[in-house]
């Protein structure tokens, strides 16, 4: 079993920032790429930001300049560092792991999400 856990969501104003972190844990293997989604009121869910086991990124266009993926393999855990935040960048942030739990056994894991309000 692998569980996902997102941490560091809030409230705050438009030009702040806020770090989230999401941790990996249970029968883990290696992990692949991970990543951050987010879904809106009323939206489909769609992706932030993701990182490859080698540390390649690739960013929505919306966030880049402003957010920041980064990974500790060491922890199985990987972070989103957001700035100069939009009211437009409200919603539910998802983590993603793409992961291997044995042998070529590879799936993909969400976490349960957490709220990011910013407000205007």
């Known amino acids: 079993q692998v569980q996902l856990v997102e941490s560091g969501g809030g409230l705050v104003p438009a030009g702040g920032s806020l770090r989230l972190s999401c941790a990996a844990s249970?029968?883990?293997?290696?992990?692949?790429?991970m990543g951050w989604y987010r879904q809106a009121p009323g939206k489909q869910r769609e992706l932030v930001a993701a990182?490859?086991?080698?540390?390649?990124?690739n960013y929505a266009d919306s966030v880049k300049g402003r957010f920041t993926i980064s990974r500790d393999n060491a922890k199985n855990t990987v972070y989103l560092q957001m700035r100069s935040l939009k009211p437009e960048d409200t919603g539910v942030y998802y983590c993603k792991g793409t992961i291997v739990v044995r042998g070529t056994l590879t799936y993909d894991y969400w976490g349960q999400g957490t709220q990011v309000t910013v407000s205007s």
């Open positions: 990182i490859t086991n080698g540390g390649s990124t």
């Open positions: 249970g029968s883990i293997f290696s992990i692949n790429s």
